[in-house]
């Protein structure tokens, strides 16, 4: 089992940036991919980014403004958001997989609330 924690998430003015935070616990060592989803008010959960060490994805949405980042000695990984719009508002989950690119392991969410 694998128990992952966000935290980081927050209000902040359009043009802004956040960093999130999820630090994994439990079994660590059979995680492959870790990433980040969101999910909007009415909408459903989407990919924002995955990382299995050697590749990595973004949604088209975020390209050019986020970047996710994985610290394996503290078992922890990062996104840091920057140039923020109101349609960044989601809660934002942190996901681990155990092979390929699938998910696993979820967080409970951090909400991240972008005002115009």
């Known amino acids: 089992q694998v128990q992952l924690v966000e935290s980081g998430g927050g209000l902040v003015q359009a043009g802004g940036s956040l960093r999130l935070s999820c630090a994994a616990s439990?079994?660590?060592?059979?995680?492959?991919?870790m990433g980040w989803y969101r999910q909007a008010p009415g909408k459903q959960r989407e990919l924002v980014t995955i990382t299995n060490g050697g590749s990595t994805v973004y949604a088209d949405s975020v390209k050019g403004r986020f970047a996710i980042s994985r610290d394996n000695a503290k078992n922890t990984v990062y996104l840091q958001m920057n140039s923020l719009k109101p349609e960044d508002t989601a809660v934002y989950y942190c996901a681990a997989g155990l092979k390929g690119w699938r998910t696993d392991y979820w967080g409970l969410g951090t909400q991240v609330t972008v005002s115009s």
């Open positions: 439990g079994s660590i060592n059979s995680i492959n991919a």
